[in-house]
């Protein structure tokens, strides 16, 4: 990578993010810094919430807690880096402070006005939904807004409160609607799938079915699982009675391994766990214990008390194989039904 790759403009930057490259923004940002180059505070912040888009929250908490201990004196990246941090540790209160020590003290428009926005998601977070419309009211009158990431976010939000507020279905979806369209026509995949969840999310609460299946058609379709992998796990764990964002599986039922994510992984030496996934892999829907300890032990009669903790330990391997995260399901599914695989 070149030295002027390196050091790509801020909005270049921010581009990757809202396109949802955040394998090639994490590769841009690392690349400055093993060339010597710092990075600085906004770039810093980039490289934290890129890191736990990736769902590599821990690093993300670890990278945040260094960049907000940097500097002692008043620096509007560094107060947001430690109000997200705290906001992420669900330390809502600590992070109102931190968002409201910027907005009144900043003098950049762009950070009292995330700062505002971040007071406003810690009530929302705490559901403390009555102190939110005075914040709304001040939130406007930064309008007209420049940023359309900032007008994107805004609108976001606001369909976010009217819906989980209660307050009203309808100008949820209306605002989500909004989101969609300004995101759409800048491409900004980020965005374009935040307010497909959110539509999606309506149309549940108000029994919308055949609007929420299309609605999650489409936006599985616009999920790279590979590399959106916290909003897989959130749009799986919200609508697992509906679908899951699919992850392809190929099996080599020759050589006993499977290709997961474009990487072969033997199960040769496995022959239990390999025909515990095949059969979900056959099955394409859930199974039921029963039906899988009938398929894994032939010659024995099925007795849950036996059989349940073999296929419960089976399945735990086999997401420490597979999965893409630890103790988040996003591959292989599990519930009142039995297993499922999210790739069929």
Not at 173 to 194: C, G
Not at 234 to 239: M, P
Request: proline share 3%; glycine share 4%; with cysteine.
């Amino acid at each position: 990578m070149s030295a002027t790759e390196q050091t790509l403009p801020m909005n270049a930057l921010q581009d990757l993010f809202y396109r949802s490259k955040f394998g090639d923004l994490l590769k841009a940002l690392e690349a400055q810094e093993k060339g010597g180059i710092s990075l600085d505070s906004e770039r810093a912040l980039l490289k934290a919430n890129t890191l736990f888009e990736l769902h590599r929250v821990a690093d993300a908490k670890k990278y945040l807690k260094s960049v907000s201990q940097q500097k002692d004196s008043f620096d509007e990246a560094y107060l947001y880096s430690a109000a997200r941090l705290c906001y992420f540790d669900s330390a809502s209160t600590q992070a109102r402070a931190l968002f409201i020590e910027i907005a009144e003290n900043s003098k950049d428009r762009n950070y009292r006005f995330k700062a505002l926005l971040g007071v406003a998601n810690t009530y929302y977070t705490e559901g403390d939904y009555g102190k939110i419309p005075a914040i709304i009211s001040e939130l406007h009158g930064f309008e007209p807004l420049t940023r359309e990431d900032e007008k994107i976010s805004f609108l976001i939000f606001l369909g976010n409160y009217y819906f989980v507020s209660g307050a009203s279905s309808e100008l949820a979806k209306q605002y989500f609607k909004k989101a969609l369209s300004t995101s759409a026509s800048l491409t900004w995949t980020y965005f374009i799938t935040r307010s497909l969840y959110g539509i999606a999310c309506v149309c549940e609460k108000d029994g919308q079915t055949q609007e929420l299946l299309w609605t999650l058609d489409i936006l599985q379709s616009f999920v790279d699982q590979s590399e959106q992998l916290f909003f897989s796990f959130v749009v799986n764990h919200r609508f697992k009675q509906h679908f899951s964002i699919n992850t392809p599986m190929e099996f080599d039922n020759a050589n006993k391994r499977i290709l997961v994510k474009n990487k072969w992984l033997g199960f040769h030496d496995k022959p239990l766990l390999f025909q515990f996934l095949l059969k979900l892999h056959e099955k394409a829907d859930f199974i039921n214990k029963e039906t899988l300890a009938t398929e894994l032990w032939p010659e024995e009669a099925y007795k849950p008390r036996i059989h349940d903790p073999r296929i419960f330990d089976i399945a735990k391997r086999a997401r420490n194989l597979i999965e893409a995260y630890e103790n988040q399901p996003v591959v292989l599914l599990s519930g009142r039904m039995g297993y499922k695989l999210a790739s069929t």
